[in-house]
């Protein structure tokens, strides 16, 4: 303000004594100069000092940092303020909103819905998951009431209490008989009267827990049908006085029981050690042909004692000289557990005295198959997809009476998507069935 205060008083000086010179020279009066030179030189301060703080005001009132004046003196310090200021903003703001995109791209890379909503219950903004779960648009509903736009009675009710506890589950945007999709809401009051609509896809969570529903339904089933057989007995062997021969006839039938009760427990302990243990390593590596002896042997033995007498069933294989050293890689006891799986099913449904054929091949992608074919009574097209299914069984007594868990070829698709490989399964009634293990070119080799 000083040197400000200075400038004037110079230009005034300056001016005063320019009108003093040409007084002096043009023989006037000196007074009158010397007071004319220091006006007009005031005059001019002004002037040039207003056109200055003109400059200033017109770029403040664009706020273009590009455009700032440079100037020294007073005016050329307020314009310097005003640009870091002006800066400072800009850069704040631009934080600001850096912060909020953030922010904003955090929630819509978020699994979960998010839809806010205003006092008013109308959509403020929503992320694409809550947007996909609920059937709403991100941009064109905003200021929508969510109300109006979402008219299942279950939301409407939700909405309708005051401080809901738990969230509601209702059918998704995407809901369909067929194709289930169940969608968790839950409502959050914040700010003045807001609202924080958070949703989440339960439709696996849902199906999950009603498969371990009716697993554990199944299990219990298949064990309570033993037991009450067992129960049985037990009290008729206790109340009745029996002959030897009916004693051993009563003890008989419970032990079949016993042993159908420990091959189921035998199942389910392989599956649960199968879903808790990791991917089979590729170092251990078991002979094919090995592993096909002990599930042939086992196979005859369960077909002699099917024949009863009869002449067995006709077991064949098939194998490629080439594959004769074939080695897979992988869990011997998982293996082994598939492949005898197969055979002794192939046994257990095919009439004595049929035949069966295990063809080893090797596929175009190097790929290789172990397919089980027998001359059974085959399976209707609509049971094929549901056979892997825990304890589905096409005909339940026929699986009892041999012996069947209605576990072993969830067992086998299990060992083989572990191995990395799959198991197809084509049948045709009265036609006899071909089961295929298919085992990828990095699970298996030739060793020379
Ligand atoms: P189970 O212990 O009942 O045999 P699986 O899981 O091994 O259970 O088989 C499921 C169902 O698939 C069986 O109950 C049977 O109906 C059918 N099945 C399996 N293998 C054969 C086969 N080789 N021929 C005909 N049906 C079969």
Redesign the pocket.
């Known amino acids: 303000m000083i040197s400000r205060f200075l400038s004037f008083l110079s230009l005034l000086v300056f001016g005063a004594a320019i009108g003093y010179s040409w007084a002096v020279i043009g023989d006037k009066q000196q007074s009158l100069y010397l007071l004319a030179g220091a006006l007009l030189a005031g005059l001019l301060w002004v002037l040039l000092d207003s056109w200055r703080g003109y400059r200033v005001r017109s770029w403040l009132r664009q706020g273009d940092l590009a455009t700032a004046p440079q100037m020294d003196g007073w005016w050329g310090v307020l314009s310097d303020r005003a640009r870091k200021l002006l800066r400072e903003r800009e850069r704040s703001i631009a934080m600001g909103e850096q912060r909020l995109k953030d922010f904003l791209s955090a929630i819509q890379a978020s699994p979960n819905g998010v839809v806010m909503l205003d006092a008013n219950a109308q959509i403020e903004w929503s992320n694409l998951t809550a947007a996909m779960h609920l059937g709403i648009h991100p941009e064109r509903d905003v200021m929508q009431r969510v109300g109006n736009l979402l008219r299942d009675p279950v939301f409407t009710a939700y909405m309708a209490v005051e401080q809901p506890m738990e969230p509601v589950v209702m059918a998704g945007h995407r809901h369909r008989v067929s194709s289930p999709v169940r969608i968790s809401v839950q409502r959050h009051r914040y700010g003045e009267g807001k609202q924080l609509l958070l949703t989440r896809d339960v439709t696996m969570l849902e199906q999950a827990e009603a498969m371990r529903r009716d697993f554990v339904a199944n299990v219990s089933h298949e064990i309570r049908t033993p037991l009450t057989v067992m129960s049985g007995f037990i009290e008729t062997l206790q109340t009745l006085d029996l002959e030897a021969q009916d004693q051993n006839r009563y003890l008989n039938l419970m032990a079949t029981q016993a042993v159908r009760m420990q091959g189921l427990v035998e199942d389910l302990l392989t599956l649960s050690r199968l879903e808790g243990s990791p991917v089979p390593n590729f170092v251990n590596s078991i002979p094919l042909a090995s592993l096909l002896a002990a599930c042939e042997s086992e196979a005859r033995g369960l077909s002699d004692t099917l024949a009863k007498g009869e002449s067995p069933h006709v077991i064949a294989f098939d194998i490629h000289p080439t594959l004769a050293q074939a080695e897979l890689l992988g869990e011997q006891r998982e293996l082994q557990s598939a492949l005898s ?1 197969l055979l002794t ?2 046994v ?3 009439p004595v005295g049929g035949r069966i054929d295990v063809r080893v091949e090797q596929a175009a992608d190097a790929s290789l198959s172990i397919a089980v074919s ?1 001359t ?4 209707a097209a609509e ?1 094929l997809p549901r ?2 299914e825990r304890f ?4 339940r007594s ?2 009892r009476e ?1 012996g ?7 067992i086998v698709k299990h060992v083989m998507q572990r191995h990395g490989g799959s198991l197809s399964i084509t ?1 045709e009634l009265e036609q006899g ?1 071909c ?1 295929k293990l298919v085992f990828p070119a990095k699970r298996w080799r030739i060793t020379d």
């Open positions: 799986n099913n192939a257990r449904y095919t027998d059974g009574a085959g399976i049971h056979l892997t589905y069984r096409v005909d026929r699986s041999s069947g868990t209605g576990l072993g070829l969830a049948s069935s089961f």
